[in-house]
């Protein structure tokens, strides 16, 4: 049995033109993502490839926290050029919700920074922790990533933390690290670190506003949780 082509389709059904007349918010995941992978094969239209892509909670699971070409090699149909535009998208797509919040006036509560930060380390397969320097008025001067580890963790040092807030003239920063499991309570290692940190704050008056630690689609505050 010869599968059907986008070309097949009405003019109102393919994904392209029911962009271009409807806009992008009216396509499901797999229609935006044919709009990406542009043309299919002999085989596979774009859009079956990208429905086998999307199934159940592949789009989130699987694509969205690929970051190489050679990650998408089973896929078939998709070549290198495809993948390539998908992964273009998917990192800007990362950047503006990262950027998001750098337009806001500032950082106002553990929820504005998880927001500030659930786009960039959502995602990611390995543990990243990185600090937010703030000024006098809680707005962002600037994120720098301080640490990359493992699946399960990323080791820290408080002096590392602190010297670009230094350097920045930072008033107070907030730190996040990510789990890649999902689940964002903290470790114990984690708690431990948290100690450290708000210690060496208060001893060169850079305090810690807080430490996020963030999941899939939800975050851990030690503040809100009255740990700090």
């Not at 003019?11 to 806009?23: A, I, K, V």
């Not at 640490?147 to 008033?171: D, I, K, M, N």
Request: hydrophobic share 40%; with cysteine; net charge neutral.
């Amino acid at each position: 049995m010869t599968e059907f082509k986008i070309k097949d389709l009405s003019m109102e059904d393919r994904p392209r033109e029911r962009l271009c007349s409807m806009g992008a918010q009216v396509l499901s995941n797999a229609e935006l993502l044919a709009v990406l992978i542009g043309s299919g094969t002999k085989e596979h239209s774009a859009l079956r490839i990208a429905e086998e892509m999307t199934k159940g909670e592949g789009l989130y699971r699987q694509v969205a926290r690929w970051q190489r070409v050679q990650e998408f090699k089973h896929i078939k149909g998709l070549g290198n050029a495809r993948a390539a535009r998908i992964l273009a998208a998917m990192e800007l797509g990362r950047r503006i919700a990262c950027a998001s919040a750098v337009e806001s006036e500032h950082i106002t509560s553990p929820g504005d920074g998880a927001q500030y930060l659930m786009g960039r380390l959502r995602n990611e397969t390995h543990e990243k922790f990185v600090v937010l320097l703030l000024n006098t008025k809680n707005r962002v001067i600037k994120t720098e990533q301080i640490a990359e580890g493992s699946l399960t963790s990323a080791v820290v040092h408080p002096r590392e933390v602190f010297a670009p807030a230094v350097v920045a003239h930072a008033a107070c920063i907030l730190v996040a690290h990510n789990h890649p499991s999902g689940d964002p309570y903290p470790s114990t290692e984690d708690r431990n670190l948290t100690r450290a940190l708000e210690e060496a704050g208060n001893i060169l008056g850079i305090p810690l506003l807080d430490h996020l630690v963030i999941g899939d689609g939800c975050y851990y505050s030690f503040k809100e949780h009255g740990d700090l």
